[in-house]
């Protein structure tokens, strides 16, 4: 009995013994799957095994195992990046990398690096340097813990100017959340046809998608204005435009039909306006 417990012991306090290895996509998305309907998942990650996949493959990238992926992986501002702590692991835990010192000099937050076989270097941020960023002042972190962030700042640029090697590109959690969201001017599509017209360009489109939006249109007005954005994508393709007008011509007939069987049971719907 005493040698039972004794061995059961050993194989606990052995973590050697259990060796987990993914060997195919499917056993990937079936671990990755597992975890995102744990409760111990971040909310990143919770309900998103395809979110957790990618994690677990980017830090199998960076010589992590799966589960530091998702507690040091976190989704900001719609990019995967890594914590500020995980960040200098990664470098002191690599060969390449000498040493990495921080300090503060007034204002100043500072970083130093040293590479194997390359002299050392300083990355600095100081609080003029977070007001210029619009930072200093900022609700959130930089409120709350204003020496931390400007440590972290200094930090990630140290880092990612002398190590990206090491980071394989990944993005600092620290920096990407201050990024600001810019929303991109969508060129009106009046002036998008007219510079493709000048420059001679055939935009592309996808036939069978067209045609679902022709076959799906619920009401006559719905089926004009369907028709009349569809046929300037296709108009300089004879062949393409012969099927969305036929298309076009079959499902008016069948909601024209439609329509007369409503007006014929439903007098309380009313007249139904038809598309010219």
Not at 196 to 217: A, V
Not at 256 to 268: M, P
Request: glycine share 4%; net charge negative.
């Amino acid at each position: 009995m005493s040698e039972m417990i004794q061995n059961e012991n050993k194989q606990i306090t052995n973590p050697s013994t259990f060796n987990f290895e993914i060997r195919s996509l499917n056993e990937a998305m079936e671990y990755a799957k597992l975890i995102a309907n744990s409760d111990l998942a971040p909310k990143d990650f919770k309900g998103k095994p395809g979110n957790v996949l990618i994690a677990i493959q980017m830090a199998l990238e960076l010589g992590l195992k799966s589960m530091q992926s998702i507690q040091n992986i976190a989704v900001i501002n719609g990019r995967p990046s890594i914590w500020g702590d995980l960040l200098i692991a990664l470098v002191q835990n690599h060969p390449i990398c000498e040493y990495i010192i921080e300090d503060r000099i007034n204002d100043t937050a500072l970083c130093k690096v040293k590479r194997r076989g390359e002299p050392e270097y300083t990355a600095k941020f100081s609080i003029e340097d977070a007001k210029k960023a619009g930072l200093w002042g900022k609700s959130g972190p930089w409120t709350q813990y204003p020496d931390r962030m400007l440590q972290m700042r200094a930090r990630t640029f140290a880092i990612r100017d002398k190590f990206a090697d090491v980071l394989k590109g990944i993005a600092v959690r620290e920096e990407v959340m201050d990024y600001q969201t810019v929303e991109c001017q969508v060129i009106e599509e009046k002036k998008a046809e007219d510079l493709n017209s000048k420059l001679g360009l055939i935009p592309e489109y996808d036939m069978s998608q067209l045609s679902r939006e022709i076959n799906e249109s619920k009401t006559l007005e719905e089926l004009q204005d369907n028709y009349k954005r569809i046929y300037k994508i296709v108009k300089t393709n004879p062949n393409h435009l012969n099927v969305i007008t036929e298309l076009k011509d079959k499902c008016k007939t069948d909601l024209q039909g439609i329509n007369d069987f409503l007006k014929e049971y439903d007098s309380a719907s009313g007249e139904i306006k038809e598309a010219e």
